[in-house]
Structures are given as structure tokens and as C-alpha cells.
């Protein structure tokens, strides 16, 4: 095992921001880009990215961003664990939307990533996704956050 050597900054700043996402229905959308721009006109150079989204039928991941069949199998993951034709209570908004509650509560509403140097520490294959859990397009509202030092 080997460890680096511990870095230390004075938090001196916090920056928020509002990021609208139009979705096309159920699947993923690559946020990655959007939270380095963010980073990149804070000026963020050491501290942590928050991500987080303001909806109950819609979540976030940290995936693999390299081979699109891994996102695939998720998607059919999550629809295995919440599928529509179980017998929900709550249906009033159609038969999507109680298995699009339960899969974000599987999922994450609030990511926290490092970040150092202004650059996000993502693994080498790894990217932010919104997961759109209902099967219409919606436009989703995505809060980012930097706390640390510019």
C-alpha cells in the first residue's frame, strides 16, 4: 500500500449553481462535462463538487463511461429490481412513476466528488450520469456546489 502526502487548504469559498438537464425518457445523460465547466468558472482549485438533484423520479451515479453496455445492463438492472407491472399503490401519475421512486432510492440523490488541482479525482473510466427514470422526456434541475478553495 502506498499513500500521497496529505494536502491541506483553507475552505474560503462556496459556489453554487443550477444546471437544467432536458431529458429524451428513461436512460442516462453524461453530466460530466457540465460539473468541469462549473469547476473550471468557479475557479475551483482544491475542495469537494457537490451534485445534487431536485427530484424524487430521477437520480445520480458515478458509472463507467467507457463501454455503453455497462449503462445497458444497469438500466435493465433497475428495471428488474422496480418493474412497472407490480401491483404499486401509488399510480395516479402513470405506471412509470412509483418504480421511478423506488430506483432513485436504489440510486443517489446527492453525489460528493473530490476535487484537486481544479480537476474533478474521477477514476480513469468513470463519469457523472443523471438516470432518467420515467419514460417521457422531463427537464431536470441539477444544483452544483464547490465548497474549498479558489
Known amino acids: 500500500m502506498?499513500?500521497?502526502?496529505?494536502?491541506?487548504?483553507?475552505i474560503n469559498t462556496i459556489v453554487t449553481s443550477q444546471l437544467a438537464v432536458p431529458t429524451h425518457g428513461m436512460g442516462f445523460v453524461d453530466i460530466?462535462?457540465?460539473?468541469?465547466?462549473f469547476l473550471e468558472e468557479a475557479g475551483a482549485r482544491e475542495g469537494t463538487l457537490t451534485v445534487f438533484i431536485r427530484h424524487t423520479s430521477a437520480s445520480l451515479t458515478i458509472q463507467e463511461n467507457a463501454d455503453p453496455t455497462?449503462?445497458?445492463?444497469?438500466?435493465?438492472?433497475?428495471?428488474?429490481?422496480?418493474?412497472?407491472?407490480?401491483?404499486?399503490?401509488?399510480?395516479?401519475?402513470?405506471?412509470?412513476d412509483m418504480p421511478a421512486h423506488v430506483k432513485t432510492m436504489l440510486t443517489s440523490t446527492s453525489l460528493q466528488i473530490p476535487v484537486q488541482g481544479g480537476e474533478l479525482l474521477l477514476g480513469s473510466w468513470q463519469a457523472i450520469y443523471l438516470i432518467e427514470h420515467r419514460r417521457k422526456?422531463?427537464?431536470?434541475?441539477i444544483v452544483l456546489q464547490f465548497i474549498g478553495a479558489i
Not at 422526456?137 to 434541475?141: G, Q
Open 2 to 10: 502506498s499513500r500521497s502526502t496529505p494536502s491541506a487548504v483553507t
Open 32 to 37: 460530466t462535462a457540465d460539473a468541469e465547466a
Open 70 to 96: 455497462v449503462l445497458d445492463d444497469l438500466q435493465s438492472a433497475l428495471k428488474r429490481a422496480a418493474p412497472e407491472d407490480a401491483p404499486w399503490t401509488h399510480d395516479t401519475e402513470g405506471s412509470d
Open 137 to 141: 422526456p422531463h427537464r431536470r434541475d
